[in-house]
C-alpha cells in the first residue's frame, strides 16, 4: 500500500544537539507537510511544500528548518534542540482531493 | 489566519448515547471542513468531510452539519461504541486555493465507556 513513512519514529537527544526527521512517501503527493502535536494543543503547521521548489513557513517555524529533496522526501530538521521542542511530530501528504494521510508519527525527547 | 475553537476538550458518553463536538471558524472565505479521528498511539485520520456548498453529510453513524452564517460545523456521532473512544480534531481550510492551509482546532477526547 502506498504509504508515508517516518524516521526516527523515537528519539532522544540533548540541548544544543542537531536533529534530522525525515519523511518519505510512495502516494504520489505534490503538497507535503510536517505538523507538531502537542497534549491540550492540536495540530500546528511548522512547514509546509507544494512541489520540489516550494517551501513555505508555518505558524510555528521558528527553530525548524526543511528541505525538500524530491518529490517523495520531506525532512524536517532542529538546528540546536532544546526541551521545549519536545513533541510528537507527524509529516503528511494531501491527496488532490484535500485530504490528508499523515505518517506514524515521530516523538522527539529534548533533554 | 483562520482561528478554529473546538469544545468540548474531553466527551464522556455511555455506549449507544449521542456525541456532538462543535468547532468555529473565524476566516469567512474557508470553505472546506474536515474532521479527523485520531486513536491512542496512532496516526490522524480522515473520517469526514463537507464543503460549504452542503449544510449536512452523513456516513453511517457519523454526521458533519455547517452553518456558514455562523461560521460553525459540528460532528455527530450516533449510538457509540467504546471503538469510538479517540480524539476527534476539526479543521478548516479555503480549499486548495492559493496557498490555503488546514488550521485545526485543539481537539477533543471522546471516551466512550460499556
Known amino acids: 500500500d502506498a504509504d508515508v513513512t517516518q524516521t526516527p519514529r523515537n528519539r532522544i537527544t540533548k540541548t544544543g544537539k542537531r536533529i534530522m526527521l525525515e519523511c518519505s512517501q510512495t502516494?504520489?503527493?505534490?503538497?507535503m507537510y510536517w505538523y507538531r502535536q502537542d497534549p491540550g494543543l492540536g495540530l500546528r503547521l511548522i512547514y509546509y511544500?507544494?512541489?520540489?521548489?516550494?517551501?513555505n513557513k508555518g505558524e510555528i517555524s521558528d527553530g525548524y528548518s526543511v528541505s525538500r529533496q524530491a518529490q517523495a522526501k520531506f525532512s524536517l530538521s532542529l538546528e540546536s534542540a532544546i526541551p521545549n521542542q519536545t513533541a510528537l511530530y507527524f509529516c503528511?501528504?494531501?491527496?488532490?482531493?484535500?485530504?490528508?494521510?499523515f505518517g506514524e508519527g515521530s516523538r522527539l525527547t529534548v533533554l | 489566519g483562520e482561528n478554529v475553537e473546538q469544545h468540548p476538550s474531553t466527551l464522556s458518553v455511555q455506549e449507544g448515547d449521542s456525541a456532538v463536538i462543535k468547532c468555529t471558524y473565524s476566516?469567512?472565505?474557508?470553505?472546506?471542513f474536515p474532521w479527523y479521528k485520531q486513536e491512542l498511539g496512532k496516526r490522524p485520520q480522515l473520517i469526514i468531510d463537507?464543503?460549504?456548498?452542503?449544510g449536512e453529510k452523513k456516513d453511517q453513524r457519523i454526521a458533519v452539519t455547517l452553518n456558514k452564517t455562523a461560521k460553525h460545523f459540528s460532528l455527530h456521532i450516533t449510538e457509540t461504541q467504546p471503538e469510538d473512544s479517540a480524539v476527534y480534531f476539526c479543521?478548516?481550510?479555503?480549499?486548495?486555493?492559493?496557498?490555503?492551509?488546514?488550521?485545526f482546532g485543539k481537539g477533543t477526547m471522546l471516551l466512550v465507556s460499556p
Open positions: 502516494k504520489g503527493h505534490d503538497r
Open positions: 511544500s507544494f512541489d520540489v521548489k516550494d517551501i
Open positions: 463537507i464543503r460549504s456548498n452542503v
Open positions: 503528511a501528504t494531501e491527496s488532490g482531493g484535500g485530504e490528508l494521510f
Open positions: 476566516d469567512s472565505a474557508s470553505n472546506y
Open positions: 479543521a478548516a481550510s479555503k480549499g486548495r486555493s492559493g496557498y490555503s492551509t488546514l488550521t
